[in-house]
């Protein structure tokens, strides 16, 4: 067994590391695609523009360089799935433990997860049961955005797959949106909603995610440790740039300080938590997680091939929860509200 896995580990160019508990690999070694640190990018944001190549000049669709870092350390999270708080960390684990209509896993058949409108009526609503169950001074939840990714054959070979509109893991270590964007974005979209003094509230974005399947082997999801980051340097405010939206979000630097974490061999019941972005600035608050899909070398090659659901939703807390914010600790380009 372990002759394979370093015979795979170094057809891939990967080396690993294994640690076992109970027959249990708890530690693994993986590449990551961090922004490569370029000087324009001290001057000029980094950008993509999300439409076809061929409908811009050449070279115009984007200036974010990113570079493969090796053999960087990703520790399993099985058995200390307590230890890690979304506060602290920017991420911890929650398990799903109702059944039913309103269930994460008995909601919908495997097979609806293909309709897009069905997710969005159906999933939507769960997965704000769920948040409203774990994070219990919430006031209220709204999911806004799910995405569904399925595997391609060809990835990554291909980085988006063989179809544009089939969403592939991301390699690219990110935060999907940065303060200003996100407070530009769900502000307004909150007070369309009918929510009254959103300023006054204090509000955060998180990130449901979880395997449509178990166990998930295959291109799993690694968490970086907000405490292990370096906010003033690791973080680069980005413009993605779509045809109805400019979207700020952060690209990351590489900082062998960096703390990785994953949960292996994840259930469909193992739900994933993370901050994609939290208004509350206390001193040694986690604001933000980063996160990027890997490949595992541990990984078995008849692995399925991934699965996976996730939905961003603005989890609310009461009015004037705002006011004992300190803004101690600001993120790179965040202006005061």
């Known amino acids: 067994m372990l002759t394979s896995l370093a015979s795979r580990a170094a057809r891939s160019g990967t080396s690993y590391a294994l640690c076992r508990v109970s027959n249990r690999c708890v530690s693994t070694q993986?590449?990551?695609y961090y922004l490569k640190d370029l000087e324009e990018y001290k001057t000029t944001k980094p950008y993509h523009i999300n439409i076809p190549s061929w409908a811009?000049?050449?070279?115009?669709?984007s200036n974010e360089v990113s570079m493969p870092c090796y053999n960087i350390p990703i520790?399993?999270?099985?058995g200390k799935e307590g230890q890690f708080t979304?506060?602290?960390?920017?991420f911890q684990i929650a398990k799903e433990d109702e059944h039913g209509a309103n269930s994460l896993i008995d909601c919908i058949k495997l097979e609806d997860y293909a309709d897009q409108q069905i997710v969005k009526e159906r999933v939507r609503p769960t997965v704000e049961h769920f948040?409203?169950?774990k994070i219990p001074d919430a006031e209220d939840v709204v999911a806004f955005s799910t995405q569904v990714r399925r595997r391609d054959p060809k990835f990554p070979a291909l980085p988006r797959g063989t179809d544009g509109n089939k969403p592939q893991p991301v390699q690219g270590v990110h935060v999907d949106f940065a303060p200003d964007g996100a407070r530009g974005e769900l502000e307004e979209f909150l007070i369309t909603r009918g929510y009254s003094n959103v300023p006054s509230r204090r509000w955060q974005i998180?990130?449901?995610w979880r395997p449509l399947f178990g166990p998930l082997e295959d291109w799993p999801l690694a968490l970086l440790d907000y405490t292990s980051i370096n906010k003033d340097r690791d973080l680069v405010a980005s413009d993605n740039i779509y045809t109805h939206v400019i979207r700020e979000t952060y690209n990351v630097l590489f900082n062998e300080q960096h703390k990785w974490y994953?949960?292996?061999?994840?259930?469909?019941?193992e739900v994933l938590m993370f901050k994609t972005f939290d208004t509350y600035a206390a001193k040694g608050h986690a604001r933000v997680c980063p996160h990027a899909a890997f490949f595992d070398p541990l990984a078995s090659p008849m692995a399925r091939p991934r699965e996976s659901f996730e939905c961003q939703a603005a989890v609310l807390f009461s009015e004037g929860s705002a006011a004992s914010n300190p803004f101690e600790e600001l993120l790179p380009s965040e202006t005061l509200p």
């Open 262 to 269: 994953y949960l292996e061999n994840q259930q469909p019941d």
């Open 75 to 78: 520790t399993g999270l099985r």
């Open 56 to 61: 811009l000049p050449p070279g115009k669709q």
């Open 131 to 133: 948040l409203k169950r």
């Open 206 to 208: 998180i990130t449901v």
């Open 86 to 90: 979304l506060d602290h960390n920017g």
């Open 30 to 32: 993986a590449t990551l």
